[in-house]
């Protein structure tokens, strides 16, 4: 499976943005994906992740209440929809998919993953 992310950019703190991530085939409910983000000299934190089979969708303490993960399997598609976004979300934005179904306390870890696509940067400024 390849993943493709677009949809960064530089926002004013307060704003709001959507990335997605294309996937080069069509993935089965049974897929876990995963929104990760790398900001310079952090190591990779998830974000995001929707677990395969039963949905259960988990979210990073520092974005809840903000940011949504969101799919449309008709059209191979996941979305990060983020809103208030604020200068520490600053980071490189990576989606990940797995067609496993890692346990609960491992769905926000990036080892969990199997496929990654390229990173779309984010800039938020004050």
């Known amino acids: 499976v390849q993943l493709q992310a677009s949809g960064g950019g530089s926002v004013q703190a307060g704003d709001s943005l959507r990335l997605s991530c294309a996937a080069s085939?069509?993935?089965?409910?049974?897929?876990?994906m995963g929104w990760f983000r790398q900001a310079p000299g952090k190591e990779r934190e998830g974000v995001a992740a929707?677990?395969?089979?039963?949905?259960?969708?988990v979210y990073a303490d520092s974005v809840k209440g903000r940011f949504a993960i969101s799919r449309d399997n008709a059209k191979n598609m996941v979305y990060l929809q983020m809103n208030a976004l604020k200068p520490e979300d600053t980071a490189l934005y990576y989606c990940?998919?797995?067609?496993?179904?890692?346990?609960?306390?491992?769905?926000?870890?990036?080892?969990?993953?199997?496929?990654w696509g390229q990173g779309t940067l984010v800039t938020v400024s004050s």
């Open positions: 990940a998919t797995t067609s496993g179904n890692p346990i609960y306390s491992n769905i926000l870890r990036p080892n969990a993953y199997t496929y």
């Open positions: 929707r677990r395969g089979g039963d949905n259960k969708i």
């Open positions: 085939r069509r993935m089965s409910g049974s897929y876990s």
